[in-house]
Structures are given as structure tokens and as C-alpha cells.
């Protein structure tokens, strides 16, 4: 009797510990995880979004939280570190969830601890909105093909982005082959390499050469010379802002002449810095241009940059949209639940961010907006043309 | 055949960066028997001072190389003496764990100071040729000839200096040796220093060759010149230079004639072949236990 008693007081105990209760507001505050990648291999996206994540945080406290069922919240973020490692960005999920109790989490960034991360989220029924991660798995269940019923992202989806670069090199570049450097290893590098490849081919370029490395291998003199002896009229680098600078140098001292085209991982500051004058006029895919900006978005670019010391990227965008997108959720759920907050998330269909319009459909946690060509010129990110979905 | 010779340029320039940091593996082995895990992390720390040196200090290519080659055998040293010292009679696997772990900590070290990946700004004017269509740089040439004479100056000490003789003495027989005059300690510790002092050569040449540096970036070369030391026969110096080049002309010849994915796992599967075949490596020499 009394064993059976132990027996469920403990699976109780267990499901609050899982799901928590209706209190997930830590009595007086909207308690809010951050994961972010503040060290390991691309430390430059986690700073840009702690950075964004405190300023909107800070900005929504300061005027007085967010009125959710005509109670104002203020918000108490809790940050954790992916550390570069899968297992660590996992266990923070875990952390955040039942330690932390937080009502919603916001990133990781990179498609390799988002999509993971996101597994624990859904299992969970916790809320998990990612500003970067581009990866169609984050919010498509691989097993049933379904989508996740709660995990969103503030950015475009991959697929999306590899059939754009590839028009856009055949339509208005008028490249007609390609060559394509990817690392293997990386989930979102070999998406973005597999969507290009197969948009390409079937709007008539021809793809010349297909090369791969993996992470850490920093010689790519081998793969560079084949990419050479194939000659392309172009060749496209989806891979990390830590990496390209290093492949376009290795590629223009072995004599390779054709322009590089990138894609949304190219929007880091820290590339113009690595790149130096080598990377002047190529073009990438990616989520906004600081100088094609909103009235809405000039506010937010200014005092990013007053505070921080330099302009907002991409990461830093999104991830302050991301605040803008939950603030909205919880003033309509009118209350702090974590499934009110999810189903009111569902039900955005029109939000006004830094980043573009969004809208977001149940049954997809993918929003529908869309996308910007940027040229770098004059070692700048400037703004070069519109694609729409 | 352009792409040929383009190809075996590329096998040059890698093999000789391995085979330079492969040295300082094989040295330490040779004359301690221990492997020193720590030697990739070292030339992680070199790339770092030639970048600390060009950027901070706007020095040129030779006082940057001359600083990271000599910064780096002091921390050889500083870590011999205070690491490895206190351990040499221990078990031999104590030894390595505490490389391993000095390892991680240079690691991590240089990651808590900055995790952000560093350029190195250009050191000289990099001029291309090309020879009916191969394209040559001169920091190919560079890299090339830089690592070819010391590999001979190393060569030279040990085979014809006294300090040569005094650390193939300890080699030998570490227990006689001092018996005959050799300081032991001292010959110990320029041996650290020559071997990192090299590793430290490594990593400002890697720097050169590929300009973005961060802390991870010891990890893998690492363990490739480890692969290389051990296939060469660890222990022996003219060794770690033929496994270096042998080494860096699988990688290539793999990345150029297979998808690029089977790089690593070819390289490191002629590990275990070779491993098989020659336990000792190329020029290796078996150990007989002395009773």
C-alpha cells in the first residue's frame, strides 16, 4: 500500500519535473532560456546572440515586462553554452527544461545543436524557437516526416535558400557550371551543397566538380586543384564564416580565378575581418542587410551598435526577432504556459521584424518570408536584391 | 600532367609541415620513451605567437619565426620541467595522460583568452609563377626550403655533434649513460627545446600556408604527425621526415584521385596496415628487453 503510494508520489514528482505545472513564470517573472554557441568552433554566432538576446530582454524590462493577461512580466534569461559539442548543447535543453523551469527556449543557432536540441524540446512539449538554424530537420520529425509541433525558427529553411543561390547564379550571374566545396561532416554545409546541386542541374547547369572535407582538416589544396582542373564558371562555398576566408585565399593563390558565392554563414562580421580584401565582390544568400533596414529596424541597429560597438549580423537579427516573435506569443496566450505559448506562436500570421516580414501557418514551424542578396563591396555587407519564396 | 605536378607540389608542402612537427614526437620518444601528446597543442601556441608577433608587433617574417620558434622550446621546457620531470620514473602511462592532459590545457588556455579564430596578416608579398600552367607561390617555395633545412640542421646535430652523440647516448641507455658524463637532465631538456622549438617553426609555416588560425587547430595535425613519426618508426629523426612526406602524399593522392571523404580514413587505415607489417615503422628498430 504504502509502496504504491511512494510509487506515484515519485511518478508525480517525475511529472512535474517533465512537464512542470502552470507556473512556469517563477511566481513574478517569464523565465527564458538562451542556448548559444559562446565557445567552440564559431564563438562570433553565440556572441551576436547573448549580445541581441540581453538587449531585448533589457528593452522589454525597461518598459516594464511583457502584459500578458493584463499583468506586466519582466524576463529572466537563463544562458547556457553549446561548448561546440552536440551532447552539451542536449543537456542544456535538459537543464533549461526541468532545473531551470524556463517557458520557452530560444536557439541553439548552428543546425548541428539545433537539430539535436530540438528533439529534446518536442519530446518535452517545451516551446523552442531557433533564430539560425536553417536545417529542415530542426522542425521536421526525420522518423514520421511530420512536422514538430514545438519547435519554430525566425529564418528561412535550407531548402529555400539552395534553390535561390542556384537561380541566382544561373539567372542573374548566367553561370552555367558550377563547382561546389562543402564539409561533409557539418549538417547544414552538406544540406545547403545537396539543395544547390539539385536546383542547379535541373534548371540546365551542369555541376563540374563536387568536393568535400571535413572539419579541422584545414589543406585543401587537394580538393582546390581538382575544383581547378575542372574549370567552373563559379563555385559556391556553403560552409562556416571560420572557413571560407581560408578556402578563398588557398583558392586564389593556386590561381583559381572564378567568383565564390555563398550562403547565409557568410554574415558574420568576423568574415570581413578574416577575408581581408579577398572576398571583395562576391555574393551570399542571407536573412537582412544592415543598410536595407526598416524604420523598426534602424532603432534596433542603433542601439545594438551603441552598445556593443559594432553593427548587428544576421545571428544577431534574428535572435532579436526571435524575442519579438515569443513577446508577441506570450501577450496573446495571456498567460505564462507553456502550451499557450506554443499554440499562440502557431497563430502569428503577421509580425513585423528586424529581418522582414513573418507568418507562420499551423502545422509549420517554418515561417514564410523571405530573403536578401548581399554583395560584399568595399568591405562592406551591402544590400543587393530581394528573393521572394 | 599539370594537375599532376600541382598535385605533388601539395604533397611537398604538407608532408614537410608534418614531417617537422613529427620530429618533435620523435625526439621526445626517442630519448624518453614517451609519447608527448602535447607537441600538436604546441604548435597550435607557435601559430599564435607568429600571429601575436605580425599583428601586435608588425614584426616581419624572420624575428616572427625566430620568436615562435624560441617562445615555444621555453614552454617545451617549462612544461618538460614541470610535467613530465616529477613523473619519470612513474608508470609510463602516467606520463602520457599528463601530456594529454597538458595538452587540452594549452587548449583551453588559448581558448579562454580569445575563442575567436585569428588571420594572420600577410608576412611578405606572396608572388605566384606558373610553369606552363602549375602555379608556384613563393611561400610554397618557402614553406618548402624552410622545413628542408632544418629538418638537415637537426640531422646534423644528432649525427655529428656532441650533443648528438650525448642524446643518442641517453637513447640507449639512460641508466649508463650518466655513468659516463653525460648530464642527463640538460641533454633532456635541449632536447624539448629542439623539438618544440621546431613544432614552434611548424606552426608559424601552417600559419603562413593557411592564414586563419584557432586553438582546435593542433588536434588533427597533431595526431597526422603522430601517424607520421609512428609510420617512419618513432624514434628515428630521418624516419619522422620519410613518414611525413608519406603521409602527406596519401592524403593528397587520396583527396585528388577519391571523393575527399576518405581522406582521414585512408590515412589513418594505413596506420594499422603498416602497424601490422612493420611494428616498428619504416625505420624503426625493435627493442630487445634487456634482463
Redesign the interface.
Known amino acids: 500500500m504504502s509502496g504504491s503510494l511512494m510509487g506515484s508520489a515519485i511518478a508525480g514528482i517525475a511529472a512535474l519535473m517533465l512537464f512542470g505545472c502552470a507556473s512556469q513564470g517563477g511566481g513574478d517573472k517569464i523565465l527564458v532560456g538562451v542556448i548559444a554557441e559562446?565557445?567552440?568552433?564559431i564563438?562570433?554566432v553565440g556572441a551576436s546572440c547573448k549580445n541581441a538576446a540581453e538587449l531585448a530582454v533589457k528593452e522589454i524590462n525597461d518598459s516594464g515586462g511583457i502584459n500578458a493577461g493584463g499583468r506586466k512580466y519582466p524576463i529572466k534569461l537563463f544562458i547556457e553554452d553549446t561548448t561546440g559539442k552536440t551532447e552539451q548543447s542536449v543537456s542544456a535543453v535538459h537543464r533549461l527544461i526541468m532545473e531551470d523551469d524556463v517557458v520557452a527556449i530560444v536557439g541553439p543557432n548552428a543546425s548541428r545543436y539545433a537539430v539535436p536540441a530540438s528533439e529534446v524540446a518536442e519530446g518535452a512539449k517545451v516551446l523552442m524557437i531557433t533564430p539560425w538554424c536553417t536545417n529542415p530537420k530542426a522542425t521536421i520529425d526525420v522518423k514520421t516526416g511530420q512536422p514538430k509541433k514545438y519547435v519554430f525558427r525566425a529564418c528561412f529553411e535550407d531548402m529555400f535558400q539552395g534553390r535561390l543561390v542556384a537561380k541566382f547564379a544561373l539567372d542573374n550571374l548566367k553561370k552555367k557550371t558550377a563547382a561546389v566545396l562543402y564539409d561533409?561532416a557539418s549538417e547544414y554545409n552538406k544540406g545547403q551543397a545537396e539543395y544547390f546541386k539539385k536546383t542547379y542541374e535541373e534548371n540546365g547547369g551542369k555541376i563540374v566538380a563536387f568536393?568535400?572535407?571535413?572539419a579541422?582538416?584545414?589543406?585543401y589544396?587537394?580538393?582546390l586543384?581538382?575544383i581547378?582542373?575542372a574549370n567552373p564558371e563559379v563555385i559556391f562555398l556553403p560552409n562556416y564564416y571560420?572557413?571560407v576566408?581560408?578556402q578563398i585565399?588557398?583558392a586564389k593563390?593556386?590561381?583559381i580565378t572564378a567568383p565564390f558565392l555563398g550562403s547565409d554563414t557568410w554574415g558574420s562580421s568576423?568574415l570581413l575581418?578574416?577575408?581581408?580584401d579577398d572576398c571583395e565582390g562576391y555574393f551570399f544568400s542571407t536573412h537582412y542587410a544592415a543598410d536595407m533596414a526598416t524604420t523598426a529596424a534602424k532603432s534596433f541597429i542603433n542601439s545594438y551598435t551603441a552598445k556593443y560597438g559594432n553593427p548587428p549580423d544576421d545571428v544577431a537579427a534574428l535572435t532579436y526577432d526571435t524575442f519579438g516573435l515569443l513577446t508577441q506569443a506570450l501577450q496573446k496566450a495571456g498567460k505564462i504556459d507553456r502550451q499557450a505559448v506554443r499554440d499562440a506562436m502557431a497563430k502569428i500570421t503577421d509580425y513585423q521584424g528586424v529581418t522582414g516580414n513573418m507568418q507562420f501557418k499551423e502545422g509549420s514551424g517554418d515561417p514564410i518570408k523571405s530573403a536578401v542578396i548581399v554583395q560584399i563591396k568595399d568591405g562592406k555587407f551591402s544590400f543587393y536584391a530581394f528573393a521572394h519564396p | 600532367m599539370t594537375?599532376f605536378f600541382?598535385?605533388a607540389l601539395?604533397v611537398i608542402?604538407?608532408g614537410s609541415i608534418y614531417a617537422l612537427i613529427a620530429l618533435g614526437y620523435t625526439m621526445v620518444y626517442g630519448i624518453l620513451t614517451m609519447i608527448n601528446f602535447a607537441h600538436g597543442d604546441l604548435f597550435m601556441v607557435g601559430a599564435f605567437v607568429c600571429f601575436m608577433a605580425a599583428a601586435w608587433l608588425g614584426l616581419p617574417f624572420v624575428p616572427a619565426l625566430m620568436l615562435s620558434m624560441f617562445a615555444i622550446a621555453l614552454l617545451g621546457v617549462v612544461i618538460e620541467r614541470l610535467a613530465y620531470k616529477p613523473l619519470r620514473q612513474a608508470p609510463r602511462v602516467s606520463a602520457i595522460i599528463t601530456a594529454l592532459g597538458v595538452g587540452l590545457f594549452l587548449e583551453n588556455f588559448t581558448?579562454a583568452l580569445s575563442?575567436?579564430?585569428?588571420?594572420i596578416p600577410p608576412l611578405m608579398a606572396?608572388q605566384?609563377w606558373?610553369f606552363g600552367g602549375v602555379?608556384v607561390?613563393s611561400?610554397q617555395l618557402l614553406i618548402i626550403a624552410l622545413s628542408l633545412a632544418l629538418m638537415f640542421m637537426l640531422d646534423f646535430i644528432v649525427r655529428r655533434t656532441m650533443l648528438g652523440m650525448a642524446m643518442r647516448a641517453i637513447s640507449c641507455d639512460r641508466a649508463t649513460a650518466p655513468l659516463m658524463g653525460v648530464p642527463v637532465d640538460r641533454v633532456i631538456s635541449i632536447t624539448f627545446a629542439i623539438g618544440a622549438g621546431l613544432g614552434g617553426a611548424a606552426g608559424t609555416l601552417y600559419a603562413l600556408a593557411?592564414?586563419?588560425i584557432?586553438p582546435?587547430?593542433g588536434?588533427?595535425?597533431g595526431w597526422k604527425a603522430f601517424i607520421s613519426a609512428v609510420v617512419g618508426g618513432i624514434g628515428s629523426i630521418r624516419g619522422a621526415m620519410i613518414g611525413g612526406f608519406i603521409l602527406g602524399a596519401v592524403?593528397?593522392?587520396?583527396?585528388?584521385l577519391l571523393?575527399?571523404?576518405y581522406?582521414?580514413l585512408i590515412s589513418f587505415a594505413l596506420l594499422l596496415v603498416l602497424l601490422i607489417f612493420r611494428p616498428y615503422g619504416i625505420l624503426g628498430k625493435p627493442h630487445t628487453q634487456k634482463v
Open positions: 559562446l565557445t567552440g568552433d564563438p562570433a561533409v568536393e568535400t572535407y571535413t579541422n582538416n584545414n589543406d589544396s587537394a580538393q586543384v581538382k581547378k582542373d571560420t572557413e576566408p581560408l585565399q588557398l593563390r593556386l590561381g568576423d575581418k578574416l577575408c581581408g | 594537375y600541382q598535385q601539395n608542402q604538407l581558448l575563442p575567436y579564430p585569428k588571420q606572396n605566384v606558373h602555379a607561390s611561400l593557411y592564414p586563419v584557432d582546435y587547430m588536434v588533427m595535425v592524403e593528397i593522392m587520396t583527396a585528388a571523393p575527399s571523404t581522406r582521414d
